[in-house]
């Protein structure tokens, strides 16, 4: 909106013209973000306090969590005040991208409201059942898919996957396009989930991963940029580059009060948010399969899940001490701090690795 307001009032103040740059809504979207969430956290934890809006800890967790049971959750609630602020400032609320973005991260992240208010009433860490939370998940993902064909409408990159690391290799998926961005947003949601285990581990790896997808995203909107990099061009996805900036801006203010000893958690209302948020931007990009490796460290979070169940069921043998990944390098001797730095490090080189598919062709 301020920058609607800019723009129209650009002929009576010429330096406002700045505003028509992306890079630099894109900055002030970091720094509006960052001091909105610094400005609401101490306000948001102590109401948190007051509502008794605590953490219930896993009782097959590590028994060195346990000391965390009773700090505040659903700290995620600052981080969608903090881009909200942001997008809608900076942003241009008139393109359309913009709104499937935000739209979608504000969906998936009532879900994760519904099942930490749930979690709260109940006492325990028992929210809505798996498949109420799959099922709502399906059905947002469907909602935002609908949405990314409709706004694609008839441009060439529409219904379109393209292939990290090859100029010319790309498939068609016509319709099925739908189904596959609804897998890409529940496992990119779920994975980002199963990463919050630790203080200031998922927010660290998420504000790595949006600070990637605002350059994929600038990119894919800039058309000269595009072509030359020899990627899909998309019309109107800079805008969400100042989105994502938010995101970067929103996760340096909560990893303010939630580094190591964290004075609040994100619940899944910040976990499921964020993950829809660093999905949908990828999508918008057309960079799904760069995801995978942008994402990396989550990959491997949600993968040690899966191994690990499907041994202890197929085996009666366990691959890890525990998963996920994180809680296994925890139980192997390694600090809680460490973990997350040597994870943050990965995450680091997962971003790098995806950015270098800009121009490994």
């Known amino acids: 909106m301020l920058y609607l307001l800019a723009w129209h009032l650009r002929e009576l103040w010429s330096p406002l013209n700045v505003f028509r740059y992306i890079t630099f809504r894109s900055a002030l979207a970091v720094v509006a973000a960052l001091l909105v969430g610094l400005v609401l956290g101490p306000r948001l934890i102590s109401l948190l306090r007051r509502l008794a809006i605590r953490q219930s800890v896993r009782e097959e967790g590590p028994a060195s969590h346990r000391a965390k049971s009773g700090t505040p959750t659903m700290g995620g609630l600052l981080i969608l005040a903090a881009v909200s602020v942001a997008a809608l400032l900076f942003a241009d609320v008139t393109e359309p991208w913009v709104w499937v973005a935000f739209g979608t991260t504000l969906a998936f992240g009532a879900i994760g409201f519904l099942d930490d208010w749930l979690k709260v009433q109940r006492g325990k860490n028992q929210g809505l059942r798996a498949w109420q939370k799959l099922g709502l998940q399906l059905f947002a993902g469907a909602v935002a898919a609908i949405f990314v064909r409709l706004v694609a409408g008839h441009a060439s990159h529409a219904g379109m996957l393209y292939v990290p690391f090859f100029k010319n290799v790309q498939l068609d998926l016509g319709w099925a396009y739908i189904p596959f961005v609804m897998l890409v947003l529940?496992?990119?949601?779920?994975?980002?989930?199963?990463?919050?285990?630790?203080?200031?581990?998922?927010?660290?790896?998420?504000?790595?991963?949006?600070?990637?997808?605002?350059?994929?995203?600038?990119?894919?909107?800039?058309?000269?940029?595009?072509?030359?990099?020899?990627?899909?061009?998309?019309?109107?996805?800079?805008?969400?580059?100042?989105?994502?900036?938010?995101?970067?801006?929103?996760?340096?203010?909560?990893?303010?009060?939630?580094?190591?000893?964290?004075?609040?958690?994100?619940?899944?209302?910040?976990?499921?948010?964020?993950?829809?948020?660093?999905?949908?931007?990828?999508?918008?990009?057309?960079?799904?399969?760069?995801?995978?490796?942008?994402g990396g460290l989550f990959v491997a979070e949600a993968l040690s899940v899966i191994l690990q169940v499907a041994s202890f069921q197929l085996r009666g043998k366990r691959i890890f001490r525990m998963s996920p990944l994180h809680h296994h390098f925890e139980l192997s001797g390694w600090a809680e701090t460490q973990v997350v730095v040597r994870l943050w490090i990965v995450a680091s080189m997962c971003a790098l690795a995806g950015l270098a598919t800009l121009k490994l062709r």
């Open 186 to 294: 529940v496992a990119c949601s779920n994975a980002v989930n199963l990463t919050d285990g630790l203080d200031g581990l998922a927010i660290g790896a998420s504000l790595l991963a949006s600070g990637t997808f605002a350059i994929f995203t600038y990119v894919a909107g800039h058309a000269k940029i595009a072509g030359y990099l020899q990627v899909p061009a998309v019309a109107g996805a800079g805008e969400v580059a100042v989105f994502c900036a938010g995101l970067v801006g929103a996760g340096l203010s909560f990893l303010w009060f939630n580094c190591h000893p964290a004075m609040v958690f994100m619940g899944d209302v910040g976990s499921l948010s964020l993950g829809a948020a660093i999905g949908i931007a990828a999508v918008i990009a057309k960079q799904e399969l760069a995801l995978v490796i942008v």
